[in-house]
């Protein structure tokens, strides 16, 4: 079972002075100084009630496309019950979901104001979520994140990384999925950008490519989209695109016809 620590939304909740909190590791686990921003009191009472809907949902946590995922990764259920997730508040949009590292552990942080008011909602689940940020922590352990990665190779990680992760949790049924003629622009348009992006030399624009290839509003994800699109596509060779890992794997995805 997934461990959950909500001391920080807690204190949000009770009313603390967010000093009390604002000097946590995970506002600076970043590099980019520290990230916290005051959050708004007015937001405590439907954060309150995000906060007990999102624990309930973990503690009954069952994985997208649960086979397909197991066989992918069969320390799937080990890395899950090994992760804590922190339920917090006082990062800036966009830092809503994200994985973090401190002190040779990782954690998934969940910022309940990023969540959104629409969380709240019915049909919202944080399964789909949870299985996207464990794909990442499973991946990480066959397939480190390289350091001190030049450029070619950050795309190749990028797009074999969070292909896999936002694939894997897409639909709901990804044999059931249909690559149909929406899909196929959207991985046209984000293949084209992909290989533009390929063949920069500046390296200015190489530094804007390689924050926007992850980054940004979620179809303009180019190397995330034409990665999640390429694997969808192949769904019948996942397991062997999987296992012959990230090197060259945005040639993989430039050479393929649509």
Request: one cysteine or more.
């Given at each position: 079972?997934?461990?959950?620590?909500?001391?920080?939304?807690?204190?949000?909740?009770?009313?603390?002075?967010?000093?009390?909190?604002?000097?946590?590791?995970?506002?600076?686990?970043?590099?980019?100084?520290?990230?916290?921003?005051?959050?708004?009191?007015?937001?405590?009472?439907?954060?309150?009630?995000?906060?007990?809907?999102?624990?309930?949902?973990?503690?009954?946590?069952?994985?997208?496309?649960?086979?397909?995922?197991?066989?992918?990764?069969?320390?799937?259920?080990?890395?899950?019950?090994?992760?804590?997730?922190?339920?917090?508040?006082?990062?800036?949009?966009?830092?809503?979901?994200?994985?973090?590292?401190?002190?040779?552990?990782?954690?998934?942080?969940?910022?309940?104001?990023?969540?959104?008011?629409?969380?709240?909602?019915?049909?919202?689940?944080?399964?789909?979520?949870?299985?996207?940020?464990?794909?990442?922590?499973?991946?990480?352990k066959k397939y480190p994140v390289p350091e001190n990665s030049l450029?070619?190779?950050?795309?190749?990680?990028?797009?074999?990384?969070?292909?896999?992760?936002?694939?894997?949790?897409?639909?709901?049924?990804?044999?059931?999925f249909q690559f149909d003629d929406c899909h196929k622009i959207k991985?046209?348009?984000?293949?084209?950008?992909?290989k533009i992006a390929w063949e920069e030399t500046d390296t200015k624009?190489?530094?804007?490519?390689?924050?926007?290839?992850?980054?940004?509003?979620?179809?303009?994800?180019?190397?995330?989209?034409?990665?999640?699109?390429?694997?969808?596509?192949?769904?019948?060779?996942?397991?062997?695109?999987?296992?012959?890992?990230?090197?060259?794997?945005?040639?993989?995805?430039?050479?393929?016809?649509?």
């Open positions: 079972m997934l461990i959950i620590d909500d001391t920080i939304v807690k204190k949000y909740l009770s009313g603390q002075s967010p000093e009390s909190y604002s000097d946590c590791w995970i506002y600076y686990a970043f590099d980019r100084g520290c990230l916290f921003e005051t959050p708004n009191s007015s937001n405590c009472e439907w954060v309150a009630e995000l906060c007990g809907k999102l624990k309930s949902q973990i503690n009954s946590f069952i994985p997208r496309n649960y086979d397909l995922v197991k066989k992918l990764f069969p320390c799937f259920d080990d890395v899950a019950n090994e992760y804590t997730i922190m339920l917090v508040v006082g990062f800036p949009d966009p830092y809503d979901a994200m994985v973090m590292s401190h002190n040779g552990t990782e954690y998934m942080v969940f910022d309940l104001i990023q969540f959104g008011r629409d969380s709240l909602e019915e049909d919202y689940s944080c399964h789909r979520v949870l299985t996207h940020e464990l794909i990442h922590m499973c991946l990480h450029y070619h190779e950050i795309l190749d990680y990028t797009a074999f990384d969070e292909g896999f992760a936002h694939a894997l949790t897409y639909p709901e049924n990804i044999y059931n991985y046209g348009k984000a293949k084209d950008k992909l624009k190489q530094k804007e490519y390689s924050v926007s290839a992850d980054t940004g509003d979620y179809w303009e994800k180019f190397a995330s989209i034409s990665g999640k699109l390429y694997l969808l596509k192949n769904i019948d060779n996942i397991y062997e695109i999987y296992n012959n890992g990230w090197n060259g794997f945005v040639n993989k995805i430039i050479n393929d016809i649509n």
